[in-house]
């Protein structure tokens, strides 16, 4: 079983920057695929990074060149660096674990608030 947990949601301006950091439970974070996702009100949850267990990332067109996703798995932590923030990034974060050992299991933190305002 792995529980996550967000922080570092908050209220900032356009232009502005956040570091969300999604802490892990569990002895399985290093085997596990990590991702940041996102929902705004009335849009579909989207993907915006993952990084893989070996290190690998992808990222959202929409947030390439101004997002960082990064891990460390003596922590098991992932982290989001968001710069340059716009309006249209508003949404509810959420983290995501994929690990694949004995089947596909996905887990789900709550998520955290990002607010940005022009």
């Known amino acids: 079983q792995v529980q996550l947990v967000e922080s570092g949601g908050g209220l900032v301006q356009a232009g502005g920057s956040l570091r969300l950091s999604c802490a892990a439970s569990g002895s399985i974070f290093r085997f596990a695929t990590m991702g940041w996702y996102r929902q705004a009100p009335g849009k579909q949850r989207e993907m915006v990074a993952l990084i893989t267990s070996s290190g690998s990332t992808s990222y959202a067109d929409s947030v390439k060149g101004r997002f960082t996703i990064s891990r460390d798995n003596v922590k098991n932590t992932v982290y989001l660096q968001m710069n340059t923030l716009k309006p249209e990034d508003t949404a509810v974060y959420l983290c995501?674990?994929?690990?694949?050992?004995?089947?596909?299991?996905?887990?789900w933190g709550q998520g955290t608030q990002v607010t940005v305002s022009s």
């Open positions: 995501n674990a994929v690990v694949v050992l004995i089947g596909r299991k996905d887990y």
